[in-house]
């Protein structure tokens, strides 16, 4: 046991340097996603009119503009989102010590969309950080439900429970915001909430998504290293002296921000909370600390990659960015669940 904490809580050199090397590769790989997606669109825009349009913005320049107002906050938006997700599915698989949690099998994802159909049902016009307000809420009030579903069944709260509550009560959920949708005529609006999309993204979302990132991210930093004394198990983390109460409550405050933020100007992205978490520790080992920045430099980049596809598979017409999302997502998910591996 001892010999396990110390591998657990150590930073060892060699494993610090190969997290180095995996984040410089996977920040090049996301740079250069970056400019493609500036690039790539129903009009192809040159590279030598993109890096015009940042060394020289000419405002009298169509494809300035439209880098600067559509693109750029677009594959900006899209790097923010991807980091969220990723992380908050990190810290809700430490949290419940399911390898299968992410926001959206969770139903914290379909909570937030549920709250958002429902103001927006009653305030049309409702502002953006109104809405993620709204998402936090709405994300919040799923947990509880989700938890609260599963611990009143025989035996307590598991990873299992806690995976079917997570699927009852988004699936529940979901239906609730199709018939309140179609009920006040607005299902033609909300149909962007439902499978995920980037096309509405603008600066003010950026600004907002900044504003509760900072937050969010803060507290993880915070909750690094308690997440990974977590997989010791409850009896030794609390030998320990770290206050299980206050770790899950810090770990969920900060789930809650960052889904219902992202929930908020990007709809229902599902499966990005799944996948990049066992990515990360695949290459990285269970350590939070190294972890948690991989996945979000890898989310940032599946997030952009999965929208320059979004564009590319039926052109001019976009794909929902959710469906890219699940089709990576469900084999990765069948995967999980076929060879029971857990690498909490």
Same mark, same amino acid.
């Given at each position: 046991?001892?010999?396990?904490?110390?591998?657990?809580?150590? =930073?060892?050199?060699?494993?610090?340097?190969?997290?180095?090397?995996?984040?410089?590769?996977?920040?090049?790989?996301?740079?250069?996603?970056?400019?493609?997606?500036?690039?790539?669109?129903?009009?192809? @825009?040159?590279?030598?009119?993109?890096?015009?349009?940042?060394?020289?913005?000419?405002?009298?320049?169509?494809?300035?503009?439209?880098?600067?107002?559509?693109?750029?906050?677009?594959?900006?938006?899209?790097?923010?989102? *991807?980091?969220?997700?990723?992380?908050?599915?990190?810290?809700?698989?430490?949290?419940?010590?399911?390898?299968?949690?992410?926001?959206?099998?969770?139903?914290?994802?379909?909570?937030?969309?549920?709250?958002? !159909?429902?103001? =927006?049902?009653?305030?049309?016009?409702?502002?953006?950080?109104? &809405?993620?307000? /709204?998402?936090?809420?709405?994300?919040?009030?799923?947990?509880?439900?989700?938890?609260?579903?599963?611990?009143? %069944?025989?035996?307590?709260?598991?990873?299992?429970?806690?995976?079917?509550?997570? /699927?009852?009560?988004?699936?529940?959920? &979901?239906? =609730?915001?199709?018939? @309140?949708?179609?009920?006040?005529?607005?299902?033609?609006?909300?149909?962007? +909430?439902?499978?995920?999309?980037?096309?509405?993204?603008? +600066?003010?979302?950026?600004?907002?998504?900044?504003?509760?990132?900072?937050?969010?991210?803060?507290?993880?930093?915070?909750?690094?290293?308690?997440?990974?004394?977590? &997989?010791?198990?409850?009896?030794?983390?609390? *030998?320990?002296? @770290?206050?299980?109460?206050?770790?899950?409550?810090?770990?969920?405050?900060? /789930?809650?921000?960052?889904?219902?933020? %992202?929930?908020?100007?990007?709809?229902?992205?599902?499966? /990005?909370?799944?996948? !990049?978490?066992?990515?990360?520790?695949?290459?990285?080992?269970?350590?939070?600390?190294? &972890?948690?920045?991989?996945?979000?430099?890898?989310?940032?980049?599946?997030?952009?990659?999965?929208?320059?596809?979004?564009?590319?598979?039926?052109?001019?017409?976009?794909?929902?960015?959710?469906?890219?999302?699940?089709?990576?997502?469900?084999?990765?998910?069948?995967?999980?669940?076929?060879?029971?591996?857990?690498?909490?």
């Amino acid at each position: 046991m001892g010999r396990h904490l110390k591998e657990q809580t150590n =930073l060892p050199a060699g494993r610090a340097v190969r997290t180095g090397w995996i984040l410089f590769a996977g920040i090049f790989v996301l740079i250069a996603a970056f400019f493609i997606s500036l690039g790539y669109g129903s009009t192809n @825009i040159g590279s030598k009119m993109v890096w015009q349009a940042f060394l020289n913005f000419d405002p009298g320049v169509k494809e300035h503009q439209v880098i600067h107002e559509i693109r750029l906050p677009r594959v900006i938006t899209a790097a923010i989102i *991807g980091a969220f997700l990723a992380l908050s599915g990190a810290v809700m698989q430490a949290l419940t010590r399911n390898p299968l949690a992410e926001p959206a099998i969770i139903g914290v994802s379909h909570g937030a969309a549920f709250a958002l !159909v429902v103001s =927006l049902t009653i305030f049309p016009r409702i502002s953006p950080s109104g &809405s993620a307000l /709204v998402s936090m809420a709405g994300a919040g009030a799923a947990v509880l439900l989700v938890f609260s579903l599963a611990s009143v %069944s025989k035996g307590g709260i598991s990873p299992v429970k806690l995976t079917l509550a997570g /699927v009852a009560i988004g699936m529940f959920l &979901s239906s =609730l915001t199709s018939v @309140i949708a179609i009920h006040f005529d607005v299902a033609k609006d909300l149909s962007f +909430w439902y499978a995920g999309s980037l096309e509405t993204s603008d +600066w003010q979302g950026i600004k907002m998504l900044g504003v509760v990132g900072i937050i969010g991210i803060f507290i993880i930093i915070l909750l690094a290293r308690s997440l990974t004394l977590l &997989s010791l198990g409850a009896d030794v983390t609390k *030998g320990l002296g @770290i206050n299980l109460q206050l770790v899950n409550i810090l770990g969920v405050c900060a /789930v809650l921000l960052l889904t219902g933020s %992202s929930v908020a100007v990007s709809g229902t992205v599902s499966f /990005v909370g799944l996948v !990049v978490p066992h990515i990360s520790r695949m290459l990285v080992g269970p350590d939070y600390r190294f &972890s948690l920045p991989v996945s979000a430099v890898f989310g940032s980049l599946l997030l952009v990659l999965g929208d320059i596809g979004a564009r590319m598979i039926n052109p001019p017409y976009e794909t929902p960015i959710g469906v890219i999302t699940a089709s990576i997502g469900v084999p990765f998910f069948l995967y999980l669940v076929r060879s029971g591996r857990s690498r909490l």
